[in-house]
T-cell receptor, first 112, second 115 residues
């Protein structure tokens, strides 16, 4: 079974801190890796999509990297703000199909 | 519409009742997906459509679950004889579907509570 693991499960940081969220996966035959944000009681908001031919993507204060050889992706958040508080999920396309396989997420709390 | 729209947002069903959940994808999106998200977990794949064709239903947990997309646009997920373990958030997503390099966009979800 192709697994996606996210560490840590929860993270609490003071406002202004830079932080890294980790995502690891067992199958290196990866097409896309996508990072999402989920606010309580809400759906998923797509943050960044890294295609298999890419190594990283950036959007504002967010930077996501992909290392297929080690089976890892990281989401870097610069200068964190209380509004960044949410659960962050990574997901990869399962080999040979169109479906996304998700990790359980990292719950981030940024304290003012 | 501008995004993926799901209705209802919340549904409370008595055990044994049938429910129907609706998903209206982004206009022009070929691929449509249904996921189930239990509390504190990541979403789990249920089924996938390309236009009106259901190409993968391997994630449907039982034959009580049925999905359709008859005209290749709006999709309905139906759950018959609901049970308490069906309580979850049901998420719909759509994508352009041109190969495996396209971004998936999710709706707000339908929170189903079976009592």
């Amino acid at each position: 079974k192709q697994e996606v693991t996210q560490i840590p499960a929860a993270l609490s940081v003071p406002e202004g801190e830079n932080l890294v969220l980790n995502c690891s996966f067992t199958d290196s035959a990866i097409y896309n890796l996508q990072w999402f944000r989920q606010d309580p009681g809400k759906g998923l908001t797509s943050l960044l999509l890294i295609q298999s031919s890419q190594r990283e993507q950036t959007s504002g204060r967010l930077n996501a990297s992909l290392d297929k050889s080690s089976g890892r992706s990281t989401l870097y958040i610069a200068a964190s703000q209380p509004g960044d508080s949410a659960t962050y999920l990574c997901a990869r396309l399962q080999g040979g199909s169109e479906k996304l396989v998700f990790g359980k997420g990292t719950k981030l709390t940024v304290n003012p | 519409g501008a995004g993926v729209s799901q209705s209802p947002r919340y549904k409370v069903a008595k055990r044994g009742q049938d429910v129907a959940l609706r998903c209206d994808p982004i206009s022009g999106h070929v691929s449509l997906f249904w996921y189930q998200q239990a509390l504190g977990q990541g979403p789990e794949f249920l089924t996938y459509f390309q236009n009106e064709a259901q190409l993968d239903k391997s994630g449907l947990p039982s034959d009580r679950f049925f999905a359709e997309r008859p005209e290749g646009s709006v999709s309905t997920l139906k759950i018959q004889r609901t049970q308490q373990e069906d309580s979850a958030v049901y998420l719909c997503a759509s994508s352009l579907g041109r190969g495996r390099r396209t971004e998936a966009f999710f709706g707000q979800g339908t929170r189903l509570t079976v009592v």
